[in-house]
């Protein structure tokens, strides 16, 4: 049995590989967009944790005998959510929205084995932005663009990203993208550590 990452994000393969967790990362191809539409009156929790599902469901189809995990992030500020930028002039528009408020980040993850759902959860983490001028912005996005396009509230935390914030309320792992400890705790209920998985 192999461990499959449902994702791309780089973030979350170097959290597994940090944690000595044997993977293979095969990003899923679904509609990420369409799926929120239909969780519209859902909590951003659980957007999260159904985003997390459906990426793992996907990638599960041409893993029938894998334990498949997704993860996946949204923001929240001011109970509006948002994706990834699409433009710079996007990212711009979100880090004015985004200055001086308090960003929810949730993160969710979910465990699949041969189309059953087996595990699912998010966390949640606070971090209050601090007032962003109009040249940090720009100045900001010269130095990180177009690497944050990549991520949900245009930050890498591990990076520049980490000057947007007055103090986070969290833990790390959710920060980055994925419950880590809930998903060792999840992995080790589910058979991983005792079929090498978990080095």
Known sequence: MTLVLASKSASRKAMLTAAGIAFE?????????????????????????GLSVAKALAVARDY???????????????????DKPDSREEAVEHLRFFSGRTMELHSG???????EVLWRVSK?????VRRLDEAFIEAYLDA?????????????IEGRGVHLFESIEGDQFTVLGMP?????????????????LLR
Do not use: M, N, T
């Open 25 to 49: 990362a095969v990003p899923a191809d679904l509609d990420e967009r369409a799926i929120e539409r239909k969780l519209a009156d859902e909590s951003a929790a659980k957007v999260a944790e």
């Open 64 to 82: 029938p005998d894998d334990l498949v995990l997704g993860s996946d992030s949204l923001v929240v500020v001011d109970g509006r959510r948002f």
């Open 109 to 115: 993850a979910a465990l699949v084995r041969g189309g």
């Open 124 to 128: 949640v983490a606070r971090l209050a």
């Open 144 to 156: 990180e663009w177009p690497e944050v396009g990549h991520c949900v509230g245009v930050f890498r």
């Open 180 to 196: 880590l400890l809930e998903v060792l705790v999840a992995l080790r209920q589910h058979g991983a550590s005792g079929r090498g």
